[in-house]
């Protein structure tokens, strides 16, 4: 009972402080779980604190451990993070102001987890003032069933201003649990409008999912600028604490993990826009597939589609096909276009998410005017698009369902391994 009267407690003091007051209030806030590089034994968990924290850590227990009489406790050390510190934002009321977000970064990593176990943990905060806070219950579930499904979504744009963004999103979540339950949840990139504004992670953190769930996430073109289109890999790197082991300055922005026998790559468009930076990313993605040729499944994902689902034509697919046919790649994910396309190619299947937000999705598509042999279907539903995809993979299949908001489905493929 105590618990839960504190936990509504700081679910009010959550609410209502974050748009009276600036992070100082807040004690902890940001929390998600990202996974570790070898997702049935560990895990990274990220958040923030105000800087009068003098530590901060994590109790950890099983989920059936309902009592938390096995938790274990973790200390972890926070560092000085700035880099949204100033940024010129936009405040749910439609103020301009400068962002003022100072404040402690944690990023711990959690090893020896038990496969397939749901976990539960929450973090506990210390002031230098002697106070204690406690931020709400926190889930994940570890990878290593042989039969796992997951969330895919993309481009929702969380912009305060316009709640009706992150709302539509979050309620296409639910669609896709009313659909089929599952495990995790797969971001191919922009949930925020400008990730530079750090007030919109923290207000999008504060939804049930993340809560739930891990999430992976990727770098978005939107989560990499600030309204003045100032651009950086900091901001996507301190919302989130991915696995380090992407190449030489992307780390925790590109990275790889394994969910069970599946292999995931999550790239980072931001800097591979030119030849220098595509020559590093590939370089990286070909040495990861060398290193993991043993996963069943490959999976590669990026922000930037791979067709223009207006017409057809090629966008990043011409850059990645041969790469991806060379190493035996089985799925190829990619949002950015706001128009759902699914094509194949030798082997390779491609997939590029809708929209999800209600409101930035693009024109209805034309006739294709390229790829015709490749491009199978495509879907969306003009500017107030939302919609998203469920995973299902068993050792037999992968199999990705396109579902409207209605949790209604639209299309559907299978890919064997
Ligand atoms: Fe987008």
Not at 139 to 162: E, Q
Not at 291 to 302: F, G, I, S
Not at 315 to 341: C, D, M, P, T
């Amino acid at each position: 009972m105590r618990r839960l009267l504190l936990t509504l407690a700081l679910t009010l003091l959550c609410a209502g402080g974050l748009f009276a007051q600036g992070l100082d209030s807040l004690d902890i806030f940001s929390i998600t779980t990202c996974p570790g590089e070898d997702a049935s034994t560990q895990m990274r968990l990220s958040w923030g604190s105000d800087t009068l924290a003098t530590s901060c850590s994590v109790t950890l227990t099983e989920a059936r451990d309902r009592r938390w009489k096995k938790a274990r406790t973790l200390q972890a050390e926070g560092r000085y993070c700035a880099v949204y510190d100033t940024i010129w934002s936009k405040r749910a009321n439609g103020e301009n102001f400068n962002e003022d977000a100072r404040f402690l970064k944690y990023d711990l990593a959690l090893d020896s987890l038990k496969p397939r176990t749901d976990y539960c943990y929450y973090v506990t905060y210390q002031g230098t003032d002697g106070r204690e806070a406690r931020s709400q219950v926190y889930r994940f579930r570890t990878a290593g069933d042989r039969k796992w499904n997951a969330c895919i979504i993309s481009d929702f744009h969380s912009y305060p201003p316009l709640p009706g963004r992150l709302e539509a999103a979050m309620k296409m979540m639910d669609a896709v649990r009313s659909y089929d339950k599952y495990d995790w949840v797969l971001n191919l990139g922009d949930v925020c409008a400008w990730g530079g504004s750090y007030s919109f992670w923290v207000q999008m953190y504060q939804e049930q999912p993340f809560r739930d769930y891990m999430w992976a996430s990727l770098n978005g073109n939107h989560d990499h600028m600030t309204r003045r289109y100032q651009l950086s890999n900091d901001f996507f790197r301190n919302a989130t604490a991915n696995p380090r082991n992407g190449y030489p300055g992307e780390e925790g922005v590109s990275y790889w993990f394994r969910y069970g026998d599946a292999l995931f790559i999550m790239l980072n468009n931001e800097t591979m826009r030119d030849s220098t930076g595509f020559a590093a990313a590939s370089a990286w993605v070909e040495k990861v597939l060398q290193d993991n040729a043993d996963a069943r499944y490959k999976l590669v994902c990026e922000h930037y589609q791979w067709f223009f689902g207006t017409d057809g034509r090629t966008s990043q697919f011409g850059r990645w096909h041969e790469i991806f046919e060379k190493y035996g790649v089985n799925l190829a994910l990619a949002g950015n276009n706001h128009i759902y396309v699914r094509a194949h190619d030798k082997g390779v299947v491609y997939v590029q998410t809708p929209s999800s937000d209600n409101e930035r999705g693009q024109a209805l598509y034309g006739p294709l005017a390229d790829n015709a042999d490749r491009i199978d279907f495509r879907w969306n539903e003009g500017p107030k698009t939302v919609g998203a995809l469920h995973l299902s993979v068993t050792p037999k299949k992968m199999t990705v369902t396109l579902l409207d908001r209605q949790g209604t489905v639209v299309d559907r493929v299978e890919i064997e391994p």
